[in-house]
C-alpha cells in the first residue's frame, strides 16, 4: 500500500525540481524528504528517481506515479472539503500569490474581503505561479494570483480559469545617469551592447530577457540573475547592468534608477486571478476574493515608476 504522505512529498520534489526546495516547501530537512522518497520507492518497487552528485530527476515510473497521486490528492481534498461544508464550517480560503502582487494589491483586497466575508479564515503563500497551478489542480489551493509575460505563456489547461486582472507594458530600468535616460522612450535595439539582469531558473519568466531582446534584433549579454526588484534596483543604480520591470514591481523607486517606457511596441505582462473551472458558482468565498482583487486593483495608485516616466 502506497503511503499518501510519501506521494505528497513526490508530487513537490516534481514541481520544485530538487529535494532541497521540496523540503523548504514541506517545512522538513532535505534528509527526511530523501527518506520518505527512498520508503515509497520501497512501497512501489520500483526506482521512482535517478539521483546524480548534483542533481536529482523523476523517472518514467516516477513521473506515472506523480499523475497518479495527484489525482489521488485532489480527490482527498476534495471531499475533506465537502465534509466541512456538510458540517456547516465555513471552509478556509486558501491562495497562492507571485511577490509584486503580495506587495501592491494583496493587502488591499484581503482588507477587502474581510469587510464582505469577515467569518472566512485566509492563508496566503507566496509561490511561481507554476507552483501555484500545480497546486490549484490539486486543489492544495482555490485561488492564485499569477503572471504570464510575452514570449513565455502559461500553460493551457482546461481545468483552469484565468481572469486577466491588469496588463502592464514592461519598462526598462538604467542607471540614473545613463544616455537612455534622457529619452522619453527608449528602442531596445539601443541597449544591445549593455549587460542584462534577468529572473533566476526558480521563476517562470525566466526566459523572458533573453526572448524580448531577440524580438527587438539582438542576443542580450546576462550579467546577473535576481527575481527580487530591490535587489535589481541596486544592481541598476550600480551601474552593473540594466533590467526590464513592470510597474507592480517598482513600488519602491530607487533614486539612483530611471525608469523608462520602450520605444515600438514594449512587451507586456498581465497579472491573472487562477483558479478551477466551475468553482466560484460553488463558492461564495472565492468569488467574493475575485471580487476584492478587481476592487483593489481599481483603487491601486501609480507607482513611483510612473511618476519618473511623467
Known amino acids: 500500500m502506497l503511503d499518501v504522505r510519501r506521494l505528497r512529498v513526490l508530487c513537490e520534489v516534481a514541481r520544485r525540481g530538487s529535494i532541497v526546495s521540496a523540503a523548504d516547501s514541506l517545512s522538513f530537512t532535505p534528509s527526511a524528504v530523501s527518506q520518505q522518497l527512498a520508503k515509497l520507492e520501497r512501497e512501489a518497487g520500483v526506482a521512482l528517481l535517478d539521483r546524480g552528485p548534483r542533481s536529482i530527476r523523476l523517472t518514467e515510473a516516477g513521473w506515472a506515479l506523480v499523475g497518479h497521486a495527484e489525482a489521488i490528492l485532489e480527490r482527498l481534498a476534495e471531499a475533506e472539503s465537502e465534509l466541512r461544508q456538510l458540517a ?3 471552509p478556509t480560503l486558501r491562495l497562492g500569490s507571485i511577490t509584486t502582487a503580495a506587495v501592491s494589491i494583496l493587502p488591499e483586497a484581503l482588507t477587502r474581503l474581510a469587510a464582505l466575508r469577515p467569518d472566512t479564515e485566509v492563508n496566503v503563500i507566496e509561490a511561481d505561479p507554476l507552483i501555484s497551478l500545480a497546486r490549484l489542480r490539486a486543489r492544495e489551493l482555490d485561488l492564485a494570483v499569477v503572471f504570464e509575460y510575452d514570449f513565455v505563456p502559461l500553460p493551457a489547461d482546461e481545468r ?6 491588469v496588463e502592464e507594458e514592461m519598462r526598462v530600468v538604467l542607471p ?8 522619453r ?20 519568466c525566466h526566459p523572458f530577457t533573453e526572448r524580448a531582446c531577440r524580438a527587438a534584433g539582438f542576443e542580450p549579454r546576462i550579467g546577473f540573475e ?8 541596486n544592481l541598476v543604480a550600480a551601474g552593473v547592468g540594466v533590467a526590464f520591470a513592470p510597474d507592480m514591481g ?14 515600438f511596441g514594449a512587451p507586456r505582462r498581465r497579472v491573472l486571478a487562477a483558479y478551477r473551472a466551475q468553482e466560484t458558482a460553488r463558492s461564495p468565498a472565492l468569488a467574493a476574493m475575485r471580487e476584492a482583487l478587481r476592487g483593489a486593483l481599481a483603487e491601486r495608485e501609480p507607482s513611483g515608476a510612473l511618476a519618473d516616466v511623467s
Open 176 to 183: 540614473v545617469d545613463h544616455m537612455a535616460a534622457r529619452q
Open 250 to 263: 517598482l513600488t519602491r523607486l530607487n533614486p539612483g534608477v530611471s525608469v523608462r517606457p520602450i520605444a
Open 226 to 233: 535576481f527575481d527580487d526588484y530591490a535587489a535589481m534596483q
Open 88 to 90: 456547516g464550517e465555513e
Open 185 to 204: 522612450a527608449v528602442p531596445l535595439s539601443d541597449l544591445a551592447g549593455e549587460t542584462w539582469i534577468k529572473g533566476t531558473p526558480r521563476s517562470s
Open 160 to 165: 483552469i480559469e484565468l481572469e486577466v486582472l
